[in-house]
């Protein structure tokens, strides 16, 4: 079945330090890739997403690229902010009508000043 | 315009009682889905509603039961509670057609301690 794996956390960086968290996924056929981030006490809330290979979705400086080669999808930031702390899921969905989605453990990241 | 909202915020039972856990989807959307997080771990998919009838379902026994109303809005009900039910329960709504088919917005989830 589908599965995500995400880098272990949590994650801590100085505030202007560029963030790599790691995702890959094993899947068949050729699902949508995405990162949700869940800030203190809130839902989920979607990053970005990508729904085809080598598309990239990005948001508020985020990015991540959708790899099928290495089936993977790494968020990356260039500058975190101490308001980036939250916990970022990598989460991916198959492309028939309806299709569940199958999330990561989650990666936390904090961030100090 | 409402995002999806759930009720209870919070909740306390005792092992073998029952829950029943309500949400409101995003307006506009037509398909609710249900998942379970428990602490430090992603959501796990419980099931998913459309047309008022349960589409999908992930690994989770019958105590756990669902229903959607014609007007889209849902429920969870978990029956014969065990400790191990404790988690936040989180409503995902979406479309189910269209280009923005199952892209899910959640709401901020119903957190259910069993005692």
């Known amino acids: 079945g589908n599965s995500v794996t995400q880098m272990e956390g949590p994650v801590t960086l100085s505030e202007e330090a560029f963030l790599t968290i790691n995702c890959t996924y094993t899947?068949?056929?050729?699902?949508?890739l995405f990162w949700y981030v869940q800030y203190p006490g809130e839902g989920l809330q979607l990053l970005l997403k990508a729904t085809k290979a080598d598309d990239k979705g990005s948001n508020k400086g985020f990015e991540a690229t959708y790899r099928k080669e290495t089936t993977s999808f790494h968020l990356e930031k260039g500058s975190v902010q101490v308001s980036d702390s939250a916990v970022y899921f990598c989460?991916?969905?198959?492309?028939?009508?309806?299709?569940?989605?199958?999330f990561g453990p989650g990666t936390r990241l904090s961030v100090l000043p | 315009d409402a995002g999806v909202t759930q009720s209870p915020t919070h909740l306390i039972k005792t092992r073998g009682q029952q829950v029943t856990l309500r949400c409101s989807p995003k307006?506009?959307?037509?398909?609710v889905s249900w998942y379970q997080q428990a602490l430090g771990q992603g959501p796990q998919f419980i099931f998913q509603?459309?047309?008022?009838?349960?589409?999908q379902r992930g690994n989770f026994p019958d105590r756990f039961s669902g229903h959607q109303y014609p007007n889209y809005s849902s429920e969870l009900n978990v029956n014969a509670l065990l400790l191990g039910d404790s988690a936040l329960y989180l409503c995902?709504?979406?479309?189910?057609?269209?280009?923005?088919?199952?892209?899910?917005?959640f709401g901020e989830g119903s957190r259910l301690t069993v005692l």
């Open positions: 989460a991916l969905r198959g492309n028939n009508y309806g299709q569940n989605f199958v």
């Open positions: 995902a709504s979406s479309l189910y057609f269209g280009q923005l088919a199952g892209e899910l917005f």
């Open positions: 509603y459309y047309e008022e009838e349960e589409r």
């Open positions: 899947a068949t056929g050729y699902p949508s």
């Open positions: 307006s506009g959307h037509d398909t």
